[in-house]
């Protein structure tokens, strides 16, 4: 008798939480959308749906290139060139750490084999 109860709740449930064409049309009325385009700088133009009272972001990455794309068609955010020099910093970040790290070692060893020779 319970199973009866729950299987018949669920499936009531079902086809009144089920998305139907008019549930979509009610929640479009309560968040109506502007399109926003973005322009990268390969002139991949990306029209993004906002809701109207959200905040728009000033670049948006292109889907197609990933470079990043903004507002402006005339004037559209140019390529990161920032990126090899962000590889560079962290290729040097990497090595320093090391280099501190083998010191580390070294200076660990140095002590260690100074103990154990006295
Ligand atoms: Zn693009």
Redesign the pocket.
């Known amino acids: 008798m319970q199973g009866a109860f729950m299987a018949g709740g669920n499936a009531i449930r079902g086809t009144r939480v089920g998305a139907g064409p008019m549930g979509e049309a009610e929640r479009g009325e309560a968040a109506p959308r502007r399109r926003i385009p973005f322009w990268?700088?390969?002139?991949?133009d990306?029209r993004v749906a906002f809701a109207s009272d959200a905040d728009v972001p000033e670049l948006w990455d292109?889907p197609?290139?990933?470079?990043p794309?903004g507002q402006d068609q005339e004037n559209p955010p140019p390529a990161p060139r920032t990126e090899p020099y962000k590889t560079h910093l962290a290729y040097v970040r990497e090595r320093r750490s090391d280099a501190d790290g083998d010191a580390l070692l070294e200076e660990a060893l140095t002590r260690l084999r100074g103990r154990r020779g006295a």
């Open positions: 990268c700088a390969n002139g991949h990306t292109c197609r290139c990933g470079l794309a």
